[in-house]
């Protein structure tokens, strides 16, 4: 009777362990990867200003 209580624990404890990783592969696919991957559609969300381009008096030349 014991042997057979010991075998139906491990039975358990096997379904137990295999639906944790069933739960924790779903729990990262549906939660963290998204997060990581995500690409805003807003182009000024990644502008980055330069100061070289930002010319506030430009230089005149005379052709001569």
Same mark, same amino acid.
């Given at each position: *009777? $014991?042997?057979? *209580? %010991? %075998?139906?624990? %491990? !039975? /358990?404890? @096997? @379904? =137990? =362990? /295999? =639906? +944790?990783?069933?739960?924790? @592969? ?5 939660? !963290?990867?998204? $997060? %990581?991957?995500?690409? +805003? #559609?807003d182009d000024? +969300? #990644?502008?980055? &200003? $330069? &100061?070289? $381009?930002? @010319? #506030?008096?430009?230089?005149? !030349?005379?052709?001569?």
């Open positions: *009777m $014991c042997d057979k *209580m %010991k %075998k139906v624990l %491990k !039975v /358990i404890g @096997i @379904i =137990a =362990a /295999i =639906a +944790s990783v069933v739960a924790g @592969i779903y729990y990262l696919v549906t939660k !963290v990867l998204p $997060c %990581k991957n995500s690409v +805003s #559609d000024e +969300s #990644d502008y980055v &200003s $330069c &100061s070289c $381009c930002d @010319i #506030d008096d430009p230089v005149q !030349v005379n052709a001569e």
